[in-house]
């Protein structure tokens, strides 16, 4: 007979409970990183190329404007005549002032020295429709216009 007693080692079980814990952190950062497509296009519309094009950082404080054809899938014109978007709903140059004021409301305080203006328009917009999208700005007190195009290859 000998002095030790010989014990049986088990493995511990494992401790499940904090696990649906982590499990919905991660799902909730997820959630809260994740964004989705918030614009459903409604103009076709074909960027500019640009030489001098650069990227831009704080997508927070961009807001768009699209200028192009109207899409005839959506249940517009046939003829696809010139139309602004503005976020999933077409509009006149009347329609930006009010865009732009709810569009500095969504934004944090800290944001709006920065807030830009993206126009995304075909390239074959009629100058003078530009024209009367920056006034409209102009008068909403939008001065920092940006204008979308994709970069140039021939370079």
């Known amino acids: ?11 511990p079980e494992l401790n499940t409970s904090s696990l649906p814990d982590m499990i919905f952190t991660v799902l909730f950062f997820f959630m809260i990183v994740t964004t989705m497509r918030e614009v459903e296009m409604k103009v ?7 030489s001098q094009t650069e990227r831009l950082t704080k997508k927070s ?3 768009h404007i699209y200028i192009g054809r109207e899409d005839a899938s959506s249940g ?12 999933d709903k077409l509009a006149d140059v009347a329609d930006i002032a009010d865009y732009i004021a709810a569009e500095r ?3 944090a305080p800290e944001d709006l020295k920065n ?19 920056k006034q409209a700005l102009r008068k909403s007190y939008a001065l920092n216009i940006v204008y979308s195009g994709e970069q140039d290859d021939a370079e």
Not at 1 to 11: D, G, T
């Open 1 to 11: 007979m000998s002095m030790f007693k010989r014990r049986e080692h088990r493995i």
């Open 44 to 50: 076709k519309y074909t960027m500019p190329q640009g």
């Open 61 to 63: 404080t961009i807001s």
């Open 76 to 87: 517009g014109e046939k003829d696809g005549g010139m139309r602004i978007q503005l976020n």
């Open 105 to 107: 409301s969504r934004m």
């Open 115 to 133: 807030m830009k203006v993206s126009i995304l328009a075909d390239k074959s917009v009629p100058m003078g429709l530009i024209s009367d999208v």
